[in-house]
């Protein structure tokens, strides 16, 4: 089946400490996307990448970076820098040339 | 700018009813429109949407219609049932862009 997969599904950061949160798409999806939500609001857009090595600030960057080694990966770091990470993360992808987004299951992260 | 608006909730209704959660936009150029829905702990997945004005989306007995003179995109259910209750998000997309423009989100509570 193709789909998104986001991993852990629960992570736990220590102050001072970095992340990564993983997000794998075997949809052969151009474009993927990273966004914050917080309890009760919307999406924000942290990152997202239109192709293989490039990648863009979103609205909420600071804090946060990624990567895009490969048409599949898209990790998110959450650094130290972030001074309140507690939130849900969701990862997406989208095929080039169509609008309709497809969403990973998330990763809730909490600080300890 | 680009934008969405939609009804606050949560919105809480008995089984059966009528389902009508609010949605406005405001975009430059010809926006694609969307209706996801957020199970609980869960990613988004995409309900419907409509490409150009007069288009009407339809599923799971869901509808919503592109209205350019109003710039609206009210989403409707005839009849709600308890596995209904999630998270409604109304989006819009820019032809040729690479972000989707995501409202607040709408919870949606539906009781036997």
């Known amino acids: 089946d193709g789909g998104i997969t986001q991993s852990p599904k629960y992570l736990f950061r220590k102050e001072g400490q970095n992340v990564t949160l993983s997000c794998e798409q075997n949809?052969?999806?151009?474009?993927m996307y990273w966004y914050r939500q917080d309890p009760g609001q919307g999406l924000r857009l942290i990152y997202y990448?239109?192709?293989?090595?490039?990648?863009q600030k979103g609205d909420i960057a600071e804090g946060y970076s990624v990567s895009r080694e490969k048409k599949e990966s898209f990790p998110l770091t959450v650094t130290s820098a972030q001074k309140n990470p507690t939130a849900f993360y969701l990862c997406?992808?989208?095929?080039?040339?169509?609008?309709?987004?497809?969403f990973g299951p998330g990763t809730r992260l909490l600080v300890l | 700018g680009n934008s969405v608006t939609q009804m606050e909730g949560p919105v809480t209704l008995s089984e059966e009813a009528f389902l009508t959660i609010n949605c406005t936009y405001t975009a430059t150029g010809y926006p694609s429109l969307f209706w996801y829905v957020q199970y609980p702990g869960e990613g988004l997945q995409l309900l419907l949407k409509?490409?150009?004005?007069?288009d009407k989306g339809s599923n799971k007995g869901f509808e919503a219609t592109y209205r350019k003179e109003t710039t609206s995109f009210h989403l409707e259910k005839g009849s709600v049932q308890v596995s209904d209750s999630a998270v409604y998000f109304c989006?819009?997309?820019?032809?040729?862009?690479?972000?989707?423009?995501f409202g607040a989100g709408t919870r949606l509570f539906v009781k036997a």
């Open positions: 409509a490409t150009k004005a007069d």
């Open positions: 997406a992808s989208r095929r080039g040339g169509e609008e309709t987004q497809y």
């Open positions: 989006a819009l997309s820019v032809t040729g862009g690479f972000k989707t423009i």
């Open positions: 990448s239109q192709i293989v090595n490039d990648f």
């Open positions: 949809l052969n999806h151009d474009a």
